[in-house]
Structures are given as structure tokens and as C-alpha cells.
């Protein structure tokens, strides 16, 4: 038995990225099981997580549902004490949870008017006073535990905590609405969109496929301001490779990437690679032993 994790749709469900980085960054093995919103399929998985009403939420192997994602955070810290989901010193602890209180309760005009969409990145958003605000108190906040706890790395106390979870979704509004910020706080929002885990995610979110309308700003468009994945299409077999990478099991779905053709179980794991082939070690350490 393991941990279960409920979420949304990866391209937009900012509280599922959240929940799902606390597992993801910190090594805590995880089953993952996924609804599209809006739709029947929310209550229907939620049915097994009674009485959580919203993902993320979580069951533990014993059989404990917590939601609310600041709950699982606290509880996935106390289970496991040696994960570092919070700052190892204290004066950076108590900082850390300010913020992740002050993120869960807080930036309604932001969450609001920039809805995260991690399949668009706009021009301008033209944003209200109200989002420059929050803007203003987010750099604010990032800066204070930058310079005092950060100077070692590029995360908010320098190695990754739960306090970076917390603010992913932030940062891709940031960088997805083209928002005014800080040169700290770009630097900052870079790393985020650089760090493999959310490169992973951001991958399924692409392989999903998935539309939510009322996501979508009729803002002009540019190209993605992360990383730009390698170049790789869908392909016909045969592959260089027998075996997916991911399960062993006999290849069905192709790709070409370098000019050779590797094939995967599934469409799925073809399409989450498709979209971001560096983000996936296993898939990189066939493509360069091949
Ligand atoms: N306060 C909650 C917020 C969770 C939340 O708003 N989840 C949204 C998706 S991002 C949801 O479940 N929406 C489904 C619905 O409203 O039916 C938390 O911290 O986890």
C-alpha cells in the first residue's frame, strides 16, 4: 500500500501541481489518479477520498483522506521527517510557513484574473491594479526569504521545500501572463520553469490534451518562455528499442527524435515524452546509449 494522490487536469489545476510536487520533489512514492474538471469524473474520484471535495486531495496507505493542500503538506512533513519538505533551520521555518500560509489564503487577484494555463503564454495580460498588487507583496515576500535564507541555491531557502511547491503555480502565471516583476523574482520563475519535475508535468499536462475554455485569455500569444523541448514527432514503428523505457513491456507507439524512432507501451508515455524528451531520464538514458 501506498499513498494515493486525486487530481485535476495537469494544464490547469494549480492546487493538484502543488500536492503533486510535495511527492514528486521529495521522493514519497505515490499513486496517482486523475479527473478532468468540471466534469462527473471529479465527484466520481472523489467518491473514494470522502469527504474531500476538492483535489489534491490524499489517502494514505492507512487509509487517512486529508485535503486542503496546506493540510497534506503538514501532514506528508510529519510522516516523514527526513523528506525536507521544510527548512532544516528554524528562523527559515517559520518564514517558510508564513508564506505557504499567506500563498493558500491569499492572492485572490492574481489567482483570479490569471487562471493557470500552462498551455498558452501571452504578449500582456494587461493587468489590474489589484494583480500588480499582489505582484508587489510576491516579490516582496520572495526577496525577504531570498536574501535572508536563499544564497545558497536558487529556491526560496536556497535547496528546494515545500515553500517552492506552494509558489509554482505562481511562477507560471508570472511567466505565462508575461507579468511584471523583479529581476530576482524573473531569475526565480526561470528555475521554475527549468526544473525537471515541472518540465515532467507540464509534459503529461501536454499529453493529456485537454481544453478548458474559460481558461483561455484572448491575449495575443508567444511561445512558451521556458526551456524549448527538442524537437520530436510522431513516428511509425519499427523502433531502435523493443522495450518502453518506462515499463519494460513491448513497444506500440513511436516517436522520432535524432532521426531514429523509439517506441513506448502506450500513447500516453509516447506523448509525454513527445512534448519534453530531456525532461524524462529514463527515455535519455536509452536515447544515449542507443
Ligand atoms: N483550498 C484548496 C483548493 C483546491 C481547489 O480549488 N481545487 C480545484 C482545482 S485547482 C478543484 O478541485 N476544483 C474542482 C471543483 O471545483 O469542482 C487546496 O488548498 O487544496
Redesign the pocket.
Known amino acids: 500500500m501506498t499513498y494515493e494522490l486525486a487530481i485535476?487536469d495537469r494544464s490547469?489545476?494549480?492546487?493538484?501541481l502543488?500536492?503533486w510536487l510535495f511527492f514528486e520533489k521529495f521522493g514519497i512514492p505515490v499513486k496517482i489518479r486523475t479527473c478532468v474538471?468540471?466534469t462527473d469524473e471529479?465527484?466520481r474520484l472523489l467518491a473514494d477520498f470522502a469527504p474531500a471535495?476538492?483535489?489534491?486531495?490524499v489517502r494514505t496507505p492507512e487509509g487517512e483522506v486529508i485535503?486542503?493542500?496546506?493540510?497534506?503538506l503538514e501532514t506528508l512533513a510529519e510522516r516523514h521527517p527526513g523528506a525536507g519538505l521544510w527548512p532544516e533551520d528554524a528562523a527559515a521555518r517559520i518564514m517558510a510557513r508564513y508564506m505557504v500560509a499567506e500563498m493558500?489564503a491569499g492572492f485572490g487577484a492574481l489567482r483570479g484574473d490569471c487562471a493557470?494555463n500552462l498551455l498558452k503564454s501571452y504578449v500582456d495580460s494587461a493587468p489590474s491594479d489589484a494583480v500588480l498588487a499582489d505582484l508587489a507583496r510576491i516579490d516582496l515576500i520572495w526577496a525577504r526569504a531570498r536574501d535572508r535564507f536563499g544564497t545558497d541555491g536558487p529556491w526560496l531557502f536556497g535547496r528546494y521545500t515545500a515553500a517552492d511547491a506552494f509558489f509554482a503555480p505562481v511562477a507560471t502565471r508570472i511567466a505565462t501572463y508575461n507579468l511584471p516583476v523583479s529581476a530576482v523574482a524573473r531569475a526565480y520563475v526561470a528555475a521554475h520553469l527549468a526544473d525537471p519535475s515541472f518540465r515532467r508535468w507540464r509534459a503529461m499536462g501536454q499529453a493529456e490534451n485537454l481544453v478548458q475554455p474559460s481558461y483561455y485569455k484572448p491575449f495575443a500569444e508567444r511561445p512558451w518562455p521556458g526551456p524549448a523541448p527538442l524537437p520530436a514527432e510522431i513516428a511509425e514503428g519499427p523502433s531502435v528499442n523493443a522495450a518502453c523505457p518506462y515499463s519494460g513491456k513491448p513497444v506500440t507507439h513511436f516517436l522520432r527524435l535524432d532521426g531514429r524512432v523509439w517506441g513506448f507501451c502506450n500513447a500516453f508515455c509516447r506523448d509525454k515524452t513527445l512534448h519534453d524528451p530531456e525532461a524524462w531520464p529514463k527515455f535519455m538514458e536509452l536515447l544515449r546509449s542507443a
Not at 12 to 16: I, N
Not at 67 to 72: R, V, Y
Open positions: 485535476g490547469y489545476s494549480s492546487w493538484s502543488r500536492g474538471l468540471y471529479v465527484q471535495r476538492l483535489v489534491p486531495a485535503g486542503e493542500s496546506i493540510a497534506i493558500h493557470m
